[in-house]
């Protein structure tokens, strides 16, 4: 084991920052035949002057299909049944998949200058070629073991170089029959399992096969600076203001001499304007990890996660000097932390603790960005802020998918969302149940993937990418399983100590070890449309990882990829109790709203049959958050939704769609899980207040008050309140007045809380249904005219003002949109700081607007409202 484990860290060594000393990546311009067009080997194709002319352009970093559908070969897969018409690779065969990638680029090397080649993900195998040379000995394998090339010796004199990679499709493509994952041999790779579909997405035609991640190019001196390795502790119980004690650093790094002479030289940082360094005698031909002493950081400013505090991010800058010139620089972005875990007794589960304080976890469960690994910075900035505006503070990353890019992480880091981070299995491909899909039985399944020393050597290579960001918190073994024992125990027991050390690991997502199953089951769910009541009454898993319900966008959402004809909204029947849909919503993985949407009067058609689903949504994930709240630290340490995204434009389980075009889940989840919340628990109609910040809160003026559906208030009293930090409890109870008020056309419910400025601090609207379970109130609501302003109050913002006039109803669920003036499409992404906003009588809201402007577009807003016809309205 210890001759293996050594082998196993020399082959994950290849990696590097994203802000090395000279680098650049190798977008564009590359081109891409299929091998059945090119009989040529690969040191004739990446020989300068071989003939590219009848090669296509290619995507890069993408896959075969992203190529195919960027040259017009293909339908986009993510629209109506497109997809379905795509050839799969398990028909084809994987040659027809095989492509060769090809780009030119210029590059020298200077005396004492050393030149790398960087490919930081290729699905599945490949072989590399630079100006006739075959760069690897051996066809490179695994979807997560990056690839490291010094190409000094290898480049052109006269700077003119060709690159050239042939890439292969997974070994095992899978048959997708309909499946978790297919008959489930897509788990005999190293690699994603979702391609060959799931109960959430059709599956992947190529498997996404490709140069899925970045190319880069890096020059150096003598000594490559790579794998730093930063540490931070943080003792004792922290606040996130005032004077901080002193936090340690341990810093690390890897030293690579690629020269024949041994060298000497100093190893140093430099952080909040402080130096530490090291003197360091280098063999030659040699890798030699260097550990500089520790510091001490005075007064830091600390990392928090989100709601509880600011995410502060040192720069951090490693360089390697020798002979008065720097060899290679390394900058990071560190942020100052400690994350721990320990067992609540009373919940039987486990608890996150950030320097000191305990966190309760509000998280969201990602497959992965895009499900044809289109990735961006900007994508990935925009789905983390989404999250961050959700009130969330952790988003786990499903085992079926992907070890996140770094730009993800850095998005997480920026916005303080903590990540747990699975590794590559699920019970469902892994042998977890019996099933009649699979080709494999369980025994063979629990054994794959079929190389289980290259699962090894990615899993090092991922962690040393990764383990710098302050955002990480959580290592799982697999979705929904272990992984096979001889994959755990090393990666556990010594691979993660001796290149992490700081995060628990826990075995599986719904293991034991995180929360305790004396419910029976296999460890998470419900899934689907609940009765709101459930989330209050019904006591689910302690750390509940996987938690869902449903997440359909409305009409403008859904027009986007459903095709007119099939516009068509879902019929509920009574006599089967579920609903009826069109073939290509099926086809989109629909998940039923049940009866739900009659409540609020059966559909007349897809545009009013979205907005209602937009009332179901707020409130199911309003009383989801609100539900597992109302139980902290007694039933509860955590919820984890299943799930915050979709990366395909499936029908099901998202905040926000595939083209970032938030839905009323999202505002329901943010409001549901304010930092300071009074909130409504529909199952003993009870009110109460959470504090789920670190602060104690004195004087707030707690404001209750019934509305029905003119605008007539009762009041049901106010009362100053105060509350210690992390805390939840009951203020008081309002069934008699509650069932009075809504008995006949339903009732609304306001709780607001006001500081001692008589500022809002927090509102929470509840539209109640009559004693028969109708929103029989709604349907007969006046109309109403708010005033409604707009304005620019400064580039990328607009300010909206909603007056409600006093005396008339409330103005209801009102859904802002930035939209293009002349089409009156809406613009995105954009963040809300609030939405599906209601105004009481005489009351006014306003929501701030942040999008990024593009040139020669001045946008308008459009504002649909319960009780208000759409109105367009221009910004000042």
Not at 304 to 310: I, L
Not at 529 to 540: A, E, G, L, M, Y
Not at 550 to 574: M, Q
Request: hydrophobic letters at 35%.
């Amino acid at each position: 084991m210890k001759k293996f484990l050594v082998s196993l860290f020399a082959l994950a060594c290849c990696s590097y920052s994203i802000k090395a000393q000279k680098q650049y990546e190798l977008a564009g311009e590359w081109k891409a035949a299929s091998i059945s067009q090119v009989k040529e080997n690969g040191e004739r194709i990446s020989f300068p002057g071989f003939e590219l002319s009848n090669w296509q352009p290619a995507i890069v970093p993408g896959t075969v299909l992203t190529t195919q559908l960027a040259n017009g070969q293909i339908p986009d897969p993510f629209i109506g049944m497109n997809n379905k018409y795509i050839p799969d690779i398990y028909d084809t065969g994987r040659d027809y998949y095989t492509y060769w990638f090809v780009r030119e680029f210029s590059e020298t090397a200077a005396a004492g200058e050393q030149v790398w080649l960087h490919l930081r993900g290729v699905n599945y195998s490949s072989d590399v070629y630079l100006n006739g040379h075959k760069l690897n000995r051996q066809l490179h394998k695994g979807m997560f073991l990056r690839q490291q090339y010094n190409i000094t010796k290898l480049l052109r004199k006269d700077g003119k170089n060709r690159l050239a990679v042939i890439v292969f499709p997974p070994d095992e493509p899978g048959n997708p029959n309909g499946g978790q994952g297919g008959d489930g041999t897509i788990a005999k790779n190293v690699g994603h399992q979702y391609v060959a579909g799931w109960d959430w997405i059709q599956p992947i035609r190529d498997r996404n096969t490709g140069i899925w991640d970045k190319v880069f190019i890096e020059k150096t001196g003598s000594v490559n600076l790579q794998n730093p390795h930063v540490v931070t502790l943080v003792p004792g119980k922290r606040k996130p203001t005032g004077g901080q004690q002193p936090a340690i650093l341990k810093v690390s790094a890897e030293l690579q001499n690629t020269g024949s002479v041994p060298l000497t030289g100093i190893l140093r940082y430099t952080i909040d304007g402080k130096t530490v360094s090291k003197s360091v005698s280098l063999k030659p031909t040699s890798t030699t990890e260097v550990s500089l002493p520790d510091y001490s950081l005075v007064n830091p400013k600390l990392w928090w996660p989100n709601g509880y505090g600011e995410p502060h991010l040192y720069p951090v800058k490693l360089e390697f000097v020798a002979g008065g010139k720097i060899s290679d620089r390394e900058e990071i972005k560190v942020g100052v932390r400690e994350i721990t875990a320990d067992w609540n007794t009373t919940t039987r589960s486990k608890q996150i603790f950030v320097n000191g304080q305990p966190v309760f976890i509000k998280g969201g469960n990602w497959i992965i960005s895009d499900a044809m690994l289109r990735f961006s910075e900007a994508r990935y900035d925009a789905e983390i802020r989404f999250h961050r505006d959700m009130n969330l503070n952790l988003i786990r990353i499903w085992g079926g998918a992907i070890s996140e890019r770094p730009e993800f992480y850095e998005a997480c880091d920026k916005y303080g969302m903590l990540v747990m981070q699975d590794f590559w299995g699920s019970g469902d491909c892994n042998g977890r149940w019996l099933d009649p899909m699979k080709k494999d039985d369980q025994w063979t399944r629990r054994k794959y993937p079929d190389d289980h020393t290259l699962f090894l050597v990615s899993a090092a290579d991922q962690i040393k990418m990764i383990r710098n960001h302050a955002s990480l918190a959580i290592w799982c073994g697999g979705n929904e399983i272990t992984l096979p024992q001889d994959i755990q125990t090393p990666l556990r027991d010594s691979i993660l100590p001796k290149l992490d050390g700081t995060r628990w690991f826990v075995d599986y997502s719904n293991s034991d070890d995180m929360s305790y199953n004396f419910l029976g089951g296999n460890g998470d769910g419900p899934y689907g449309i609940q009765d709101i009541k459930t989330f209050f009454n019904h006591r689910t898993w302690p750390f509940n990882s996987e938690i869902g319900s449903v997440g359909a966008g409305d009409y403008a959402s859904l027009e986007r990829f459903i095709p007119a004809p099939n516009l068509v909204p879902p019929v509920y029947k009574k006599e089967i109790r579920r609903e009826t849909v069109d073939s290509v919503w099926e086809y989109h993985k629909y998940i039923g709203y049940g009866k739900s949407i009659d409540a609020y009067g059966k559909a007349s058609d897809l545009k009013d049959w979205g907005r209602k689903a937009q009332l179901v949504n707020y409130d199911q994930y309003r009383a989801l958050m609100e539900g597992f709240s109302s139980r902290m630290w007694d039933w509860y340490t955590g919820v984890i939704i299943w799930k915050t995204q979709n990366p395909w434009t499936a029908l099901r389980g998202q905040m926000y769609d595939y083209y970032l075009d938030p839905n009323a889940c999202l505002y329901g989840l943010r409001q549901g899980g304010a930092p300071v919340n009074f909130f409504y628990n529909p199952a003993d109609t009870s009110l109460h207040l959470i504090n789920n910040t670190f602060v104690h809160q004195y004087d707030l003026m707690l404001v209750m008050s019934l509305f029905d559906k003119d605008g007539k208030e009762r009041s049901l009293g106010q009362v100053f309140a105060e509350i210690g930090p992390a805390t939840t409890r009951k203020v008081m109870d309002i069934n008699r007045a509650i069932r009075e008020a809504a008995k006949t056309e339903g009732v609304f419910l306001s709780l607001k809380i006001l500081n001692l400025d008589k500022k809002v601090v927090s509102q929470n609207l509840y539209w109640l249904p009559d004693s028969s379970g109708q929103y029989s109130g709604l349907a007969n609501m006046p109309k109403v005219q708010p005033e409604i302003s707009a304005s620019a109050i400064q580039k990328g913002k607009i300010a909206v003002t909603i007056n409600a006039p006093a005396g008339g109803p409330i103005s209801f669920f009102n859904r802002l949109s930035l939209v293009d003036p002349t089409t009156k499409k809406r613009i995105l992404p954009v963040f809300y700081e609030d939405n599906y906003v209601s105004v009481l009588p005489g009351e006014s809201r306003t929501v701030v607007l942040d999008y990024t402007p593009k040139n020669g577009v001045k946008p308008m807003l459009a504002l649909e409202g319960w009780n208000m016809p759409e109105q367009f309205i221009s910004i000042k």
